[in-house]
Every structure is written in C-alpha cells, then in structure tokens.
C-alpha cells in the first residue's frame, strides 16, 4: 500500500507564510511527478504547483508565481510547498498528490493527501 501523509497548514495573517510537507511511504519505486492542488469553497479544484523528478521540472499556477515554492526530497519520497505572501484568496483545502510507480515496470498511478486547511484571515 500507498500513503501519503501531510503537515503543516493552520490560520495565518495576510502576508504571513506556512509550509506545506507530504510524505509517501510504502511500495515506491520512483515518483516522477509531485504537486499540489486546492480547492476553496464553491470553486473547483486547481493545480496549485507540481516538480519532477530530478527537480528541474516545475510548474506553477498564475496565482502564486513569485510566492509558492514547490520543492522535493527524493530520499525522503517528501515535497513541500513553501507558501510566503499569503493572501485571503489563498484559502482553501491543500492536497498533495503522486504519481508514482510500485516497480520498474508497473504502470504510474495517481495518489492523494488527506488535505490540509489553510486558512488566510486578519
């Protein structure tokens, strides 16, 4: 089995900053892709950030450039997601997400977090 298990999270002031941790533990034999998705009340799920492998892959959405940073230790099977500049607007459910292989050659299949809050209010 597959798990991935997350940290972090909680209320911050606007402005503030949290950092996100994922861990994946159990049958892994490589995680080509790492991210982040959220999902704020009424709205629909979006891709927040996502990393490769070797870590020179990186994808972030519009809304945070210049303020998430999406990062991975591959010994650790962990990504973190560094989030400064918090805003309101920010709010929302955090899941981290893998897509992962069990073996050379196994089919990728996608995992998930359990979710985190994180909350941006005064």
């Known amino acids: 089995q597959v798990q991935l298990v997350q940290s972090g999270g909680g209320l911050v002031q606007p402005g503030g900053s949290l950092r996100l941790s994922c861990a994946a533990s159990g049958t892994i034999f490589r995680i080509p892709v790492m991210g982040w998705f959220r999902q704020a009340p009424g709205k629909q799920r979006e891709l927040v950030a996502q990393i490769g492998f070797d870590n020179g892959y990186t994808n972030y959405a519009d809304s945070v450039k210049g303020r998430f940073t999406i990062s991975r230790d591959n010994a650790k099977n962990t990504t973190y997601l560094q989030m400064n500049n918090l805003k309101p607007e920010d709010t929302a459910v955090y899941s981290c997400?893998?897509?992962?292989?069990?073996?050379?050659?196994?089919?990728?299949?996608?995992?998930w977090g359990q979710g985190t809050q994180v909350a941006v209010s005064s």
């Open positions: 997400t893998a897509i992962l292989q069990k073996s050379g050659v196994s089919i990728p299949n996608t995992y």
